[in-house]
């Protein structure tokens, strides 16, 4: 399959990385991007009581979480756009990407990898297409490209983000499904997070071309315990049977090797979040190429951690023309001191905070359409925190004269993508690149 190796019609994965700050940061002074300016108390409009609140509380990092919450409220991040000197949209944005790729370190994966369609079939009313490329390091990326049967013409795409849930076994079977027999472990996600849904299906079905890939290290890229000390492994083997003991063992192990990980990526020059990116970015660049997807009409979305990609993929590469981010918003603040023991590695890059605050990542992508979904007992986040980020993503928007391309919403129970929020995700995309 060479159509892969086309560029897109508009915006490439080599273009968003070649940008340059040259020029640009000499439009606003070096003094404005320092953290001394006094919080605009104007975006905070409950600043004093929540300052208050996050006072009185005990935190995760205890007496030092007051200081520290004090001294990211000193004032907004260098380069959130609610800062009165931001005023030029797209010199804001240019400066404020590249301190994200700055401060993410991803890796430069070279050209577009030749992709190999392994397999072809009809199944759920739709076309399946199990594919494969490979990138300069690892084991081949697996993914599943889904679209209604017998369609000829080109589609709107879909980049559809398989989710973490401490499972690294499985990635893109977590959200499709392409057989009667799927694997009890992942009948038991989609139970467990999608109201027994495989919404990379339902999508498809509305008329789209969706890309499911597996995430690094997920699936087909997750680490091999052949590949690994023996003192780390154990006993452990990589056992192919897919037996549900074999799956929750390799889990329970790729959990605990999460920290080393991080850390050897550090060591890499390199994070989580940055390899996430550029891998993604691979995926987005494959959709892309497509001939029977339209470039033009792109979005991507997925829960927890696919929303976490989602923030990072949709606010930095403007292909993405709608993203619905799912489970996965709240603010740095709520991190620190509240939540970041129910999160990954994969979640945080250091020194980003002082440039901008989470969903402003999200927010890199104003005016373009954008929704997030959020659930009010969802116990990784608080919901103070997840309605302060909706009050940064608000002003942003406002801001830039938009309101109306963004929308939260909130629903009742815990962390999951259930159907009425699908319903909702599917209808925004539906308003957007139909």
């Not at 892969?4 to 002074?29: E, H, P, W």
């Amino acid at each position: 399959m060479n159509e892969s190796k086309k560029q897109s019609t508009n915006y490439s994965r080599r273009d968003f990385l070649g940008i340059s700050t040259a020029g640009v940061l000499g439009m606003v002074a070096e003094s404005a991007l320092g953290n001394n300016i006094p919080v605009d108390k104007s975006v905070f409009p409950d600043y004093e009581a929540m300052k208050k609140t996050i006072n009185e509380n005990v935190n995760l990092i205890g007496s030092y979480g007051q200081w520290a919450s004090e001294k990211m409220r000193d004032s907004l991040p260098a380069y959130s756009f609610r800062r009165k000197e931001w005023n030029n949209i797209e010199a804001w944005r240019i400066a404020a990407k590249n301190k994200v790729l700055e401060s993410i370190a991803s890796p430069d994966l070279g050209e577009i990898p030749e992709v190999k369609v392994n397999k072809q079939y009809i199944y759920d009313e739709l076309q399946v297409e199990e594919i494969t490329w490979q990138l300069p390091y690892g084991m081949p990326t697996e993914a599943i490209v889904l679209k209604p049967a017998n369609s000829k013409e080109r589609l709107p795409g879909v980049l559809a983000f398989h989710h973490h849930g401490a499972d690294k076994y499985f990635g893109k079977r977590k959200i499709v499904r392409t057989n009667n027999s799927p694997h009890p472990h992942t009948v038991d996600s989609q139970q467990q997070y999608y109201d027994d849904i495989a919404w990379a299906n339902e999508i498809a079905k509305r008329g789209y071309v969706v890309l499911v890939h597996d995430a690094f290290p997920f699936e087909s890229r997750r680490v091999l315990l052949k590949e690994v000390p023996e003192f780390l492994r154990g006993d452990l083997t990589d056992n192919e049977s897919e037996k549900l003991e074999n799956v929750n063992k390799y889990n329970r192990w790729a959990s605990e090797h999460e920290d080393i990980m991080a850390k050897s990526l550090f060591c890499a020059g390199t994070s989580w979040p940055g390899v996430w990116v550029a891998e993604d970015l691979v995926a987005l660049d494959i959709l892309c190429a497509r001939q029977d997807v339209d470039a033009d009409k792109v979005g991507c979305g997925g829960l927890s951690g696919g929303g976490m990609r989602t923030v990072f993929i949709a606010g930095l590469d403007p292909r993405v023309k709608c993203a619905v981010c799912v489970g996965l918003m709240t603010t740095w603040e709520d991190f620190m001191l509240n939540k970041s023991h129910t999160h990954t590695w994969m979640t945080f890059a250091p020194v980003l905070p002082k440039e901008l605050d989470f969903p402003e990542i999200l927010g890199l992508r104003v005016p373009l359409p954008t929704l997030v979904l959020n659930a009010n007992e969802d116990d990784l986040f608080t919901l103070p925190g997840m309605r302060h980020a909706d009050e940064i993503l608000k002003a942003v928007y406002e801001k830039a004269n938009a309101s109306e391309r963004y929308r939260a919403s909130f629903y009742p129970g815990g962390h999951k993508f259930g159907k009425e929020m699908q319903k909702e995700a599917f209808t925004w995309f539906d308003k957007w690149l139909k």
